[in-house]
């Protein structure tokens, strides 16, 4: 499998859309996930000489931590793996920190500088057989447009009908699904687990 992204440079900010992860050679939609923010991977070499050069540049990418998770879980969950596993996030410039993510984004929405980047269609959305939300946890009350996008989400997501999934905590956010530490294998077994006892029932009626 590969990891594909489209890069932006915006001002100093590096900004990461249009990603999946591809098994085999089909395009057809294995599923989707949203989570917070673009994180480690990149591009390397000449893909990202084109980027600095250019400003703008689609090519396959290393595999982060959060891939790598998200990769046993599709290997786990699926005995088919033949297409892509599209990758959204709440916003799309790159940072590592989800606290630290957070504030930039705040920061660059109250400065205006956050560039226009529109939510995917009720079509793009309806392409896909479920959606695994994983966001993360973290609440401030400052963090008004962070609240706004997840509110968006959460509406797109109903209008699709497509059915979704995730790790809830006590006040209703979505867990990461690949956390730091001893944790990150207890994620993987959960989110197997809500997907076979969630989506993978659905599947079967089909």
């Known amino acids: 499998m590969k990891a594909v992204a489209t890069f932006q440079l915006i001002g100093s900010e590096v900004y990461r859309t ?3 992860i591809q098994f085999g050679s089909s395009r057809k939609s294995l599923g989707a996930v949203v ?3 673009p994180g480690s991977a990149d591009l390397q ?8 050069m250019n400003g703008s540049h689609t090519d396959e ?24 596993l599209h990758i959204y996030n709440l916003f799309y410039v790159r940072n ?17 500088k956050y560039p226009t980047i529109t939510l995917p269609s009720l079509f793009e959305m309806t392409q ?16 008004k447009y962070f609240e706004e996008e ?14 979704s999934f995730g790790i809830q905590s006590e006040n209703k956010e979505y867990y990461h699904p690949c956390p ?27």
């Open 180 to 206: 730091q530490g001893p944790a990150k294998i207890e994620r993987l077994e959960q989110l197997i687990q809500a997907y076979n006892a969630n989506i993978k029932p659905l599947s079967l009626e089909k």
């Open 150 to 163: 997840k509110r968006r989400w959460i509406q797109l997501i109903q209008d699709s009908g497509i059915p």
């Open 18 to 20: 249009n990603t999946y």
């Open 96 to 112: 590592t920190n989800g606290v630290d993510s957070i504030n930039l984004f705040e920061h660059l929405k109250g400065t205006g």
């Open 61 to 84: 990418t290393t595999i982060d931590n959060t891939m790598r998770q998200l990769i046993q879980f599709m290997k786990a969950a699926h005995s088919n793996l033949e297409g892509r």
């Open 35 to 37: 989570m917070l923010n």
């Open 128 to 143: 896909h057989p479920w959606i695994l939300i994983g966001w993360g946890v973290e609440k401030r009350s400052r963090w």
């Open 45 to 52: 070499g000449e893909a990202r000489k084109k980027l600095i």
